[in-house]
C-alpha cells in the first residue's frame, strides 16, 4: 500500500509537470485553420511518421526517419517548424509554399500533446501497476516515466516559453506595454522604434526583443532579478503608468550596433561625421545614439494622444 502512495505521489507530480508543458503548447498554439492540424498530419506526415510518431511505417522505415516522439525531446518547436518549413534531406518536402506558418506550428503542437499524453499514460501505468517496478524492466519503465520524461516535458516547456518570449505579441500582451506597442505605429520617421519597426530594420514579430537582447530574463543575474520584481509589482503592487516607465540605466549603444556597426549607410551618413572622431566615440560608449540631439524621441508615449498613426499598417 505504501508503495502505492509513493507511486501515487510521483505520478501527481509528473502529470503536475507535464500539465505545466501542456498549457505551454495551448498558449503558443496558434487559431485553428480551416483544415485541422490532425488531419494535415495524418494526410502527409503519417505515411513516413506513423500515426503515432514511431516511424515504423514501410516509407518511414526505408527513408529511415527518426521517431518523432525522441525528436520532440532533442528540438525546439522553432526548430522542428523550421524542419516542416525547408524540408531535410531527399526524403521529406518542403511545405513552406503549401501550408501557413500559423498550419505548420498546428502540426508541431499535435506531436507535442501527443508527447504530453505519452508521458502521462506511463505515470499512470506505473502507479496503478505497482506490481511493474518489481523487475529490471519495470524499473526502467518507472525510471523513464517519473524522471526522464518528466525532464524533458521541463525542459521541452522552458524552451518553447523562452522562444515565444522573445515575439512582440508576448511583450505587448502586458496591458501596461499596450502604449508602448501604438507608438511603434506612429507616422512619423522621428520616432526611432516606429521608424525601424515600419521599414522592416528590425524583424516585426521580435522587434522589442531585436532592441532589449539584454532585457530581464535575456540578461545578466541583475537583469533577472529586475524581471522577477516586476513580476511581483503586477500582480502585488502598483503598476506605474506607461509613461513613467523608465529604463534601470542608459540604453547601451551596443543594441545599436548589433544592426549598424559597419553598415555602410550608417558609416557613411552625413549626421554621423558632424566631429572627426564621432563614429569612433559612439563605437566605444563615450557618446549616446539616444542623446547629443541625434536618435532622442523613442517611444514617448506621453504624447500618443496628439500623434497621428499609419494607416496602411498590417495587422500583427
Known sequence: MRGMFRNLAGVGSVLLLVGVRAAFIARASAPRAERSAED????????????????KTAKGKKSKVKDLRETLGKMSEAEMIKVVEDGKGKNMDSYKKEYSKE????????????????????????????????????????????????LL???????????????????????????????????????????????????????????????????????????????????????????????????????????????????????HHKQPDMLAKAASGEISCMSSNCHDIIHDVGTLKDASFWKGAPEQ
Request: charged share 20%; aromatic share 14%.
Open 103 to 150: 498550419q505548420i506550428k498546428s502540426r508541431v503542437v499535435i506531436v507535442e500533446i501527443a508527447f504530453v499524453a505519452a508521458a502521462a499514460l506511463l505515470a499512470f501505468l506505473v502507479a496503478f501497476r505497482a506490481e511493474l517496478t518489481r523487475v529490471r524492466g519495470g524499473k526502467v519503465l518507472a525510471f523513464v516515466a517519473l524522471f526522464i520524461l518528466p
Open 153 to 271: 516535458a521541463v525542459w521541452g516547456g522552458f524552451s518553447e516559453h523562452m522562444e515565444r518570449a522573445q515575439s512582440t505579441r508576448f511583450c505587448l500582451s502586458c496591458h501596461v506595454m499596450e502604449d508602448y506597442g501604438r507608438s511603434l505605429y506612429i507616422d512619423d520617421p522621428s520616432y526611432v522604434p516606429a521608424r525601424h519597426f515600419q521599414n522592416n530594420f528590425v524583424p516585426r514579430d521580435r522587434a522589442c526583443y531585436t532592441c532589449h537582447t539584454d532585457y530581464t530574463m535575456f540578461g545578466g543575474v541583475k537583469s533577472k532579478m529586475r524581471g522577477v520584481r516586476h513580476i511581483w509589482v503586477y500582480y502585488f503592487g502598483a503598476v506605474p503608468k506607461p509613461e513613467d516607465i523608465k529604463l534601470y540605466h542608459p540604453y547601451n549603444n551596443r543594441e545599436c550596433f548589433h544592426c549598424h556597426l559597419g553598415a555602410r549607410r550608417y558609416e557613411e551618413a552625413s549626421e
Open 40 to 55: 494535415i498530419y495524418l494526410d502527409k506526415c503519417a505515411v513516413c511518421h506513423g500515426k503515432d510518431g514511431a516511424g
